[in-house]
């Protein structure tokens, strides 16, 4: 579970800037709140700003610390990333702090960098009510040199010292991750927060297909029937969704495809499927032959007879929907948190809410849900928590994004959210010229 983010100096966040999930004293939608560890955190937050006020950057700040966590470090220069508006700043590292539980424990995974180098890069179990527990903390110092301290329990013999400093010498250079030296650490904590991040924590933003949706369909019978019964439930047309069988040998490849049939032939060697986003099928073998499954919608026509559609035959709205249904699903079973930049895009906003309620609804959810929007029909403190509600504005002298909760401005419980932020009531609103001075009316003559 996602606890909380800090972010300094990365694109159109200047100063330290924090995002939480923490649940706050309100009374209402109790269901909406998660024991995590010692602490209690949220099932969702929506964020609302004005176009540029730097909701997606904070998407992108959670996923750039992510990235960095799968490569095992950075492979160019990050001063590009950094908050342009203050000179000083390209001299200052930007950095980063994200607090998680998994299971019972809660921690704290942390990185500085500047130019080419990791700077900062620590690691504890967060005692939240105690002092926290150091796992690892990692500095580069003015000589230049790296220093790493351990946790007691990771150093005790001879042979745990000499491989800590043997790694730092020979394998830990200054662009790369001490976390990345997971293989060769062998502790628990260490690969156990490295994959939170890697499966755990799911963003999509706007171009992102979701690419499990076909081994999700494959999976089980009941399964195929959960996708149908939202389907229908969201009023899309489709009575079924299913999968058509095709011969590999009578597969014709997309030219668009990166992969030759000889390079699919060879990853299928190892690879349990190979999934085409462009044509939404999945090659997988079965008996020993390779066979191309394609997902395949299904229509009543005015006879009530079933008719077979592409994927790609379906609207944008749908599409995007098909991309949410696999999170939907996931949300709904296990502790996954996903963040979603621009969540009501290609979709109608009565879909929109009537997903969003289905969510925040269900009182058997087990993950979270993030995401930013401009669909103010979900300002309804019937379906969130003041604590859900969160708005990004962009300082006008100095150009910085600012993040704060609708919680800070302790609105009752029966407040017009919706109006309240539309009259700019909360801030993080557009600014709107007069359109008048804009002289439309003006040809140029």
Request: aromatic fraction near 10%; proline fraction near 2%.
């Amino acid at each position: 579970m996602l606890i909380r983010f800090v972010v300094s100096n990365f694109l159109s966040f200047n100063e330290e800037s924090e995002f939480n999930m923490i649940a706050g004293s309100f009374k209402t939608h109790k269901h909406h709140v998660y024991k995590s560890g010692k602490v209690d955190v949220l099932k969702a937050a929506v964020f609302y700003g004005a176009n540029g006020s730097g909701k997606s950057n904070l998407m992108k700040a959670i996923r750039f610390v992510q990235e960095t966590v799968r490569d095992g470090g950075i492979t160019q220069s990050v001063d590009g990333k950094k908050f342009k508006l203050n000179k000083s700043n390209s001299k200052k590292p930007m950095s980063f702090e994200i607090e998680f539980s998994i299971g019972s424990k809660v921690y704290s995974y942390g990185i500085s960098l500047n130019h080419f180098e990791i700077t900062e890069e620590w690691l504890y179990e967060s005692g939240i009510t105690v002092d926290d527990k150091l796992i690892f903390e990692r500095k580069l110092i003015e000589t230049g040199k790296t220093t790493i301290k351990m946790a007691d329990k990771y150093v005790k013999t001879q042979k745990e010292k000499t491989l800590i400093e043997l790694l730092k010498e020979n394998l830990l250079q200054k662009e790369k991750l001490f976390l990345g030296l997971f293989n060769y650490l062998k502790i628990d904590e260490i690969t156990s927060v490295r994959t939170w991040f890697l499966t755990k924590l799911i963003l999509i933003f706007p171009g992102t297909e979701f690419k499990g949706i076909l081994p999700l369909l494959l999976d089980s019978e009941s399964l195929k029937q959960h996708f149908d019964q939202l389907l229908k439930s969201f009023d899309t047309g489709i009575s079924q969704l299913t999968s058509a069988e095709v011969d590999f040998d009578k597969y014709e490849i997309d030219p668009k495809d990166k992969m030759t049939r000889k390079e699919i032939e060879t990853q299928m060697e190892i690879a349990p499927f190979i999934i085409n986003n462009e044509t939404n099928s999945v090659i997988i073998k079965e008996k020993g032959k390779l066979i191309v499954k394609t997902a395949i919608s299904y229509h009543k026509d005015n006879i009530g007879n079933n008719i077979p559609f592409m994927i790609s035959e379906e609207s944008d709205g749908t599409k995007r929907l098909l991309d949410f249904i696999p999170a939907l699903y996931n949300l709904l079973r296990q502790d996954f948190t996903y963040l979603i930049d621009e969540i009501d895009r290609s979709l109608h906003p009565s879909l929109l809410c009537a997903l969003i309620c289905k969510i925040m609804t269900d009182q058997d959810t087990k993950g979270q849900l993030i995401f930013t929007s401009h669909e103010s029909n979900l300002l309804d403190l019937n379906i969130f928590r003041q604590d859900e509600i969160w708005f990004v504005e962009k300082d006008n002298k100095l150009g910085e994004s600012k993040m704060y909760s609708l919680s800070e401005f302790k609105p009752r419980y029966d407040l017009n959210v919706r109006k309240g932020y539309l009259t700019g009531r909360f801030g993080a609103i557009p600014f709107l010229a007069n359109l008048q001075d804009l002289n439309w009316d003006n040809n140029g003559s």
